[in-house]
C-alpha cells in the first residue's frame, strides 16, 4: 500500500485519536507524477488508475501503466515546445481523459497547472492569460471554448502555444503530438529538479465578487488530500470513486486524482454533455462506485428522479460539498437509499477542513468537525475565539508558526495580497459559523452575506434550508435587499418545482412556511421566482448579482 510511504498510522481507534495523531510523512521532493503515478505503475502495473465513459457510449480504461506512459510522451512533447518547470499551462479539458494524462505530465515537469473552466469567454481568458503570464494552453474539442480562445489570443502577448483534441487552423493537435513521442521521460534532475516549496497548481477563484484571484498550492498539496480521500471520501483501494465535477474545478482536485490515486482507488470519470439525472443514474448503476461524491443542488435532482425505483447498494458511502448541505436534502436521501450523506467543508485554497469523518455520527446540516491537518476556531470582529454557540469567522490559528500541508502559499505573483491573507496570525477564510456543545460545527454564511434586519444577524442558508424543505422549492437563494425602515430584509429568490406556478398566494404559502419553521422574524418579506439562479462557473450561486439587481 502506497500509504505506508506517507503515513505513520493509517487507522486510528477515534476521531479523537484521529485528530491528535495523524501525520504526513512529507519526502524530500515530493512529486506527484513519479511518486504516486509511476510509483503504482512501477509496482502494480495492471492496477486501473481511471475508467472514463461519456454520453456517446464511448468508454475506456487506463492502467496506471498507460498513465505513466501516456504522461511521459506528452511530458516530451512539453519539452519540445520548450515548456520547461515554472512555466505556466492552462488546461480547457472538461472531463476529457487527457485531462488526467497533461496534468500528470505538467506535474513531472514542474510546469504550473492551471485549470480553467470551459464555460468562460474571451474576457475572461484574456484576463487570466495575462494576469497569469500563461505560456501555452490545451484545450478539448468543443466550438465554444475553441473560439472564446482564438478570440482573446490577440490581446494576450504571453501565450506562445495552443493544443487541441481536434484539427484546428493555428493549433497543435495534441492527440498527433503525443503519437510522435517517446515514452520514456526520466525523472528531471539538479536544477530541472522539483522542490516541495515550488508552485505547482494554482487556481483561479470563482470570483463572486471582484477579479478573480490565483490560489497557488505547491508540491506538497496532494498529501494534504489524503485526509479528503482516505478518511472523508473513504475511498477503497481497487474500487471506483466517483466525485462529481468538472476539471475546471478545485473539486475535481479534490475527489478525482490526487488523494484517490495516492489512496489507491480508482477513478471514475463520466464527461456528460448536460447534468441529466436519469442519464446519471444509469452510468453509477452501470459501473458501480463504491464511494460517491456530488453537490447537494445534484443530489436534489436525483431525489427528483423518482429514486426509490434504482438500485443504489453498491454505494458504500456518500459525501457532499461545494455549497451547504440542506438537511432536507439528508433526510431524503437516507430514507431513499439507507445511506448519510457526509458534509465536508473547504475552499480552493485548502484541502478539507471540516467534515463528517468517521468515530463520530452525523448530523443533518453540519460541516462536522476539524479535519487534523487544520487548528479551526471560530474568533469574532476582535479576532477573540466565540463561545459556544456564538456566531464567527472560521480560520486556521497559527499559520505563523506552522503552515499546514494543503494549504495554498501564495496568491500567485502578489505578494501584498499573500501577505494580507497568509502574514498574520490568522488565516480567514471569510465564512460565518457556529459550533455547539459537541464540537460540530454548522455554517451559516458568507461574511457579506449575512443579512442584518432590524437589529438581528440573518444567516442566509438557515432561511434557505427552511424554504427548500417545501415542496414547491427546487432551489433558492437568500439574499439581503435594501429597506428604508430596517435597513436590511429577507429576499428569497426561488425556482420552483414542476407542476409549480408564481402567484401572490404562493408567495404568501412560502413566507408563512418559513415564519413556521424557524424564527418568524427571518421570513423572507420578498420573494421573486426565476427559471434559473445566477451561478459561478464553478456552480456556486452569484448572491452578488442577485443583490445588485435588487
Given at each position: 500500500?502506497?500509504?505506508?510511504?506517507?503515513?505513520?498510522?493509517?487507522?486510528?481507534?477515534?476521531?479523537?485519536?484521529?485528530?491528535?495523531?495523524f501525520?504526513?510523512?512529507?519526502?524530500?521532493?515530493?512529486?506527484?507524477?513519479?511518486?504516486v503515478?509511476d510509483?503504482?505503475?512501477?509496482?502494480?502495473?495492471?492496477?486501473?488508475?481511471?475508467?472514463?465513459?461519456?454520453?456517446h457510449?464511448?468508454?475506456?480504461?487506463?492502467?496506471?501503466?498507460?498513465?505513466?506512459?501516456?504522461?511521459?510522451?506528452?511530458?516530451?512533447?512539453?519539452?519540445?515546445?520548450?515548456?520547461?518547470?515554472?512555466?505556466?499551462?492552462?488546461?480547457?479539458?472538461?472531463?476529457?481523459?487527457?485531462?488526467?494524462?497533461?496534468?500528470?505530465?505538467?506535474?513531472?515537469i514542474?510546469?504550473?497547472?492551471?485549470?480553467?473552466?470551459?464555460?468562460?469567454?474571451?474576457?475572461?481568458?484574456?484576463?487570466?492569460?495575462n494576469?497569469?503570464?500563461?505560456?501555452?494552453?490545451?484545450?478539448?474539442?468543443d466550438?465554444?471554448?475553441?473560439?472564446?480562445?482564438?478570440?482573446?489570443?490577440?490581446?494576450?502577448?504571453?501565450?506562445?502555444?495552443?493544443?487541441?483534441?481536434?484539427?484546428?487552423?493555428?493549433?497543435?493537435?495534441?492527440?498527433?503530438?503525443?503519437?510522435?513521442q517517446?515514452?520514456?521521460?526520466?525523472?528531471?534532475?539538479?536544477?530541472?529538479?522539483?522542490?516541495?516549496?515550488?508552485?505547482?497548481?494554482?487556481?483561479?477563484?470563482?470570483?463572486?465578487?471582484?477579479?478573480?484571484?490565483?490560489?497557488?498550492?505547491?508540491?506538497?498539496?496532494?498529501?494534504?488530500?489524503?485526509?479528503?480521500?482516505?478518511?472523508?471520501?473513504r475511498?477503497?483501494?481497487?474500487?471506483?470513486?466517483?466525485?462529481?465535477?468538472?476539471?475546471?474545478?478545485?473539486?475535481?482536485?479534490?475527489?478525482?486524482?490526487?488523494?484517490?490515486?495516492?489512496?489507491g482507488?480508482?477513478?471514475?470519470?463520466?464527461?456528460?454533455?448536460?447534468?441529466?439525472?436519469?442519464?446519471?443514474?444509469?452510468?453509477?448503476?452501470?459501473?458501480?462506485?463504491?464511494?460517491?461524491?456530488?453537490?447537494?443542488?445534484?443530489?436534489?435532482?436525483?431525489?427528483?428522479?423518482?429514486?426509490?425505483?434504482?438500485?443504489?447498494?453498491?454505494?458504500?458511502?456518500?459525501?457532499?460539498?461545494?455549497?451547504?448541505?440542506?438537511?432536507?436534502?439528508?433526510?431524503?436521501?437516507?430514507?431513499?437509499?439507507?445511506?448519510?450523506l457526509?458534509?465536508?467543508?473547504?475552499?480552493?485554497?485548502?484541502?478539507?477542513?471540516?467534515?463528517?469523518?468517521?468515530?463520530?455520527?452525523?448530523?443533518?446540516?453540519?460541516?462536522?468537525?476539524?479535519a487534523?491537518?487544520?487548528?479551526?476556531d471560530?474568533?469574532?470582529?476582535?479576532g477573540?475565539?466565540?463561545?459556544?454557540g456564538?456566531?464567527?469567522?472560521?480560520?486556521?490559528?497559527?499559520?505563523?508558526?506552522?503552515?499546514p500541508?494543503?494549504?495554498?502559499?501564495?496568491?500567485?505573483?502578489?505578494?501584498?495580497?499573500?501577505?494580507?491573507?497568509?502574514?498574520?496570525?490568522?488565516?480567514?477564510?471569510?465564512?460565518?459559523?457556529?459550533?455547539?456543545?459537541?464540537?460540530?460545527?454548522?455554517?451559516?454564511?458568507?461574511?457579506?452575506?449575512?443579512?442584518?434586519?432590524?437589529?438581528?444577524?440573518?444567516?442566509?442558508?438557515?432561511?434557505?434550508?427552511?424554504?427548500?424543505?417545501?415542496?414547491?422549492?427546487?432551489?433558492?437563494?437568500?439574499?439581503?435587499?435594501?429597506?428604508?425602515?430596517?435597513?436590511?430584509?429577507?429576499?428569497?429568490?426561488?425556482?420552483?418545482?414542476?407542476?409549480?406556478?408564481?402567484?401572490?398566494?404562493?408567495?404568501?404559502?412560502?413566507?408563512?412556511?418559513?415564519?413556521?419553521?424557524?424564527?418568524?422574524?427571518?421570513y423572507?418579506?420578498?420573494?421573486?421566482?426565476?427559471?434559473?439562479?445566477?451561478?459561478?462557473?464553478?456552480?456556486?450561486?452569484?448572491?452578488?448579482?442577485?443583490?445588485?439587481?435588487?
Amino acid at each position: 500500500m502506497l500509504l505506508n510511504r506517507f503515513l505513520d498510522r493509517i487507522e486510528f481507534d477515534s476521531y479523537e485519536d484521529f485528530k491528535k495523531n495523524f501525520n504526513i510523512k512529507i519526502p524530500e521532493n515530493f512529486n506527484f507524477g513519479f511518486d504516486v503515478v509511476d510509483a503504482w505503475a512501477d509496482v502494480r502495473p495492471d492496477k486501473v488508475a481511471l475508467v472514463w465513459c461519456n454520453d456517446h457510449d464511448e468508454e475506456r480504461t487506463f492502467t496506471f501503466s498507460d498513465m505513466k506512459r501516456l504522461s511521459n510522451k506528452v511530458a516530451n512533447y512539453f519539452v519540445s515546445l520548450g515548456i520547461k518547470k515554472g512555466d505556466l499551462v492552462m488546461l480547457f479539458l472538461g472531463q476529457r481523459s487527457q485531462y488526467w494524462i497533461c496534468a500528470v505530465a505538467l506535474h513531472k515537469i514542474g510546469a504550473i497547472l492551471i485549470p480553467a473552466s470551459s464555460q468562460l469567454t474571451s474576457d475572461d481568458i484574456m484576463y487570466r492569460n495575462n494576469a497569469a503570464g500563461i505560456k501555452m494552453i490545451i484545450a478539448m474539442d468543443d466550438e465554444y471554448i475553441l473560439t472564446q480562445i482564438d478570440n482573446a489570443i490577440p490581446g494576450s502577448q504571453s501565450v506562445k502555444h495552443r493544443a487541441a483534441l481536434t484539427d484546428r487552423e493555428g493549433w497543435d493537435n495534441l492527440n498527433t503530438e503525443i503519437d510522435k513521442q517517446s515514452d520514456i521521460f526520466l525523472r528531471p534532475s539538479g536544477d530541472d529538479a522539483t522542490q516541495n516549496h515550488e508552485i505547482f497548481l494554482t487556481y483561479f477563484t470563482s470570483g463572486t465578487t471582484g477579479m478573480p484571484k490565483m490560489v497557488a498550492h505547491n508540491h506538497t498539496h496532494p498529501l494534504g488530500h489524503i485526509v479528503t480521500a482516505k478518511y472523508w471520501h473513504r475511498v477503497i483501494e481497487d474500487q471506483l470513486h466517483f466525485t462529481i465535477s468538472d476539471s475546471g474545478w478545485a473539486k475535481f482536485g479534490w475527489g478525482k486524482i490526487y488523494g484517490q490515486w495516492i489512496c489507491g482507488a480508482s477513478v471514475f470519470a463520466y464527461d456528460m454533455d448536460r447534468f441529466v439525472p436519469a442519464n446519471l443514474l444509469a452510468k453509477m448503476i452501470k459501473h458501480k462506485p463504491a464511494t460517491f461524491c456530488a453537490p447537494p443542488t445534484m443530489l436534489r435532482f436525483m431525489i427528483q428522479e423518482n429514486l426509490e425505483q434504482y438500485d443504489l447498494s453498491f454505494i458504500k458511502h456518500c459525501s457532499t460539498a461545494g455549497e451547504p448541505l440542506n438537511p432536507e436534502v439528508y433526510n431524503k436521501w437516507k430514507e431513499l437509499t439507507g445511506l448519510s450523506l457526509c458534509e465536508g467543508f473547504g475552499q480552493s485554497e485548502s484541502t478539507v477542513m471540516l467534515a463528517n469523518f468517521d468515530g463520530f455520527t452525523p448530523r443533518p446540516g453540519s460541516m462536522g468537525k476539524p479535519a487534523p491537518l487544520y487548528d479551526i476556531d471560530l474568533i469574532d470582529e476582535e479576532g477573540r475565539s466565540c463561545n459556544i454557540g456564538d456566531e464567527g469567522e472560521l480560520v486556521i490559528r497559527d499559520i505563523d508558526r506552522y503552515m499546514p500541508t494543503g494549504l495554498f502559499v501564495e496568491l500567485y505573483a502578489d505578494k501584498q495580497a499573500t501577505e494580507k491573507a497568509l502574514g498574520g496570525r490568522f488565516y480567514r477564510t471569510g465564512d460565518i459559523a457556529w459550533k455547539d456543545s459537541k464540537g460540530y460545527y454548522w455554517y451559516v454564511g458568507r461574511t457579506d452575506d449575512v443579512i442584518k434586519c432590524s437589529g438581528y444577524r440573518i444567516g442566509p442558508f438557515e432561511v434557505e434550508s427552511a424554504l427548500i424543505e417545501h415542496p414547491a422549492v427546487v432551489e433558492c437563494a437568500i439574499t439581503a435587499a435594501p429597506d428604508p425602515i430596517r435597513g436590511q430584509v429577507v429576499k428569497a429568490t426561488v425556482v420552483l418545482a414542476k407542476n409549480y406556478s408564481p402567484s401572490e398566494s404562493l408567495v404568501k404559502e412560502l413566507q408563512n412556511y418559513v415564519k413556521k419553521s424557524t424564527a418568524p422574524y427571518k421570513y423572507p418579506r420578498i420573494v421573486e421566482f426565476v427559471s434559473e439562479l445566477p451561478k459561478t462557473t464553478s456552480g456556486k450561486i452569484r448572491r452578488v448579482e442577485i443583490r445588485e439587481k435588487g
